[in-house]
């Protein structure tokens, strides 16, 4: 067990859905992430909360939306979603986002789109 | 642009040593990490190296030069548990990580 915890493992929705995905660290870290990592790719960076403060949005399109209501959860809001976006969605947190912090991950969430 | 280089696939021995190489060019550089993960799980953190040199871990060892922007991980004494991938990471100079695709690492008995 990591510490990060992701719920749902698995999800499922059409293109007209809405649904969220959920995140809670158990580390006392102050620093949340969410990542998108599709196969044979690099993990892509999606956005970056500091101390709740959303500190990184990489052109991430405007049917992911993230809410961090503390420093131990993070949400990722999804609607209207396309098929390319199906992936594994992947939580992180560090105690701070300066040089040695290493990241704790999640299980993640396998997001299918039909 | 930022890229981190690294082989898609290697298969080794059980018992023997592989070597895998990561190369990077980024704005900057802050840090480098390297990360497992088995098939359907979380990523899990191995190293850290910011000098030039040398970090030994038990089995596993990880190098880097700053000057080749090069870095290797090197497994020893391999077990089956240790299929999986490894993802190289390079923090860059607004401390953002970077990310390789990651080297599918195949143990055959």
């Known amino acids: 067990e990591t510490g990060v915890t992701q719920t749902p493992r698995h999800l499922v929705m059409g293109m007209t859905n809405k649904k969220s995905l959920k995140c809670e660290q158990h580390?006392?870290?102050?620093?949340m992430y969410w990542y998108k990592q599709s196969a044979k790719k690099p993990l892509e960076l999606m956005f970056v909360y500091n101390f709740k403060e959303q500190t990184e949005n990489n052109s991430v399109p405007s049917r992911f939306s993230p809410e961090c209501p503390n420093s131990s959860h993070l949400f990722l809001h999804l609607h209207t979603l396309q098929p390319e976006d199906s992936a594994l969605y992947l939580c992180?947190?560090?105690?701070?986002?300066?040089?040695?912090?290493?990241?704790?991950f999640g299980p993640g969430t396998r997001l299918t789109v039909l | 642009g930022q890229n981190i280089d690294q082989p898609t696939e290697m298969t080794a021995t059980e018992g023997a040593i592989v070597q895998i190489n990561c190369t990077y060019q980024t704005s900057g550089f802050n840090g480098l990490f390297w990360y497992q993960q088995h098939a359907g799980e979380a990523p899990t953190f191995l190293s850290y190296n910011v000098l030039d040199g040398l970090e030994e871990k038990g089995r596993f060892s990880s190098f880097l030069s700053r000057s080749k922007g090069y870095s290797y991980l090197l497994l020893k004494e391999l077990q089956m548990k240790d299929s999986a991938s490894y993802l190289c990471a390079v923090r860059d100079s607004n401390y953002q990580l970077i990310w390789g695709a990651g080297t599918k690492l195949i143990i055959k008995p």
């Open positions: 992180a947190s560090s105690q701070g986002e300066g040089e040695s912090s290493e990241q704790f």
């Open positions: 580390l006392g870290h102050n620093a």
